[in-house]
């Protein structure tokens, strides 16, 4: 039974087009995370909800909006992508705020063309 | 100065010998360390996490930390060809109730048979 997972896989899209990518977690965990993960395999957060309320909030472009509808469930929506914006982008689990075990989630690849 | 600075690699390793990775970091009050183990194409899988100074084992793996050096270590016995893999030294940043991870770029294990 899967504890993080997401959808897509891989998403391939052109310049200009918004996407959204969606995590679910079924460990009863109260914090979920998004992570960016370059070329260069760099793995840094973009942000955190915890019990549905955004606690952690990177300097990301506002292109990038992410939306918690209850604690199991944290979506990513993109808009007017950029090549730059290619990456893959995982999802993460914990117990809570200041639990500092996370779990991963498979990950989605995104290629902007 | 990164946070969290790993050697690259490749580290490679003869099947059955001890594999010795490295990770130093900068904030001095973190307390909290990780390690994951990121396969190609795969997500992190959290395989340790440290929190005192001194040694933690946990199998074939053990964990080595030494706050006063700002230095954290995982070593692997018998390393077997399933271990390579990308490994992932991650430290906790301090401020306030949330919970941040910053992740070193990773050091590449590759076991010979």
């Known amino acids: 039974d899967t504890a993080v997972s997401q959808t897509p896989k891989y998403l391939v899209t052109q310049m200009g087009n918004d996407k959204s990518i969606k995590c679910e977690q079924n460990l009863g965990h109260d914090t979920m995370y998004w992570y960016k993960q370059d070329s260069k395999k760099f793995l840094k957060i973009m942000f955190s909800?915890?019990?549905?309320?955004?606690?952690i909030n990177e300097t990301v472009p506002n292109r990038f909006s992410p939306k918690s509808p209850d604690k199991a469930h944290l979506n990513l929506h993109i808009n007017s992508l950029e090549l730059g914006d290619s990456a893959v982008y995982f999802c993460?689990?914990?117990?809570?705020?200041?639990?500092?075990?996370?779990?991963f989630g498979p990950g989605t690849r995104l290629t902007v063309t | 100065q990164k946070e969290v600075e790993q050697n690259s690699g490749p580290l490679s390793v003869p099947e059955g010998a001890i594999a010795s990775l490295n990770c130093t970091y900068s904030?001095?009050?973190?307390?909290?360390f990780f390690w994951y183990r990121q396969y190609s194409g795969k997500s992190p899988e959290l395989i340790m996490s440290?929190?005192?100074?001194g040694d933690k084992e946990d199998g074939r793996f053990t964990a080595q930390l030494n706050k006063a050096s700002q230095y954290v270590s995982l070593l692997i016995r018998d390393s077997q060809p399933s271990d390579s893999a990308t490994y992932l030294c991650a430290v906790n940043r301090v401020g306030g109730a949330t919970n941040k991870l910053i992740f070193g770029t990773g050091t590449l294990l590759a076991v010979q048979p």
């Open positions: 440290i929190y005192s100074n």
């Open positions: 909800y915890n019990n549905k309320e955004l606690i």
């Open positions: 904030d001095r009050v973190s307390q909290s």
């Open positions: 993460a689990s914990s117990q809570g705020p200041t639990t500092y075990e996370q779990y």
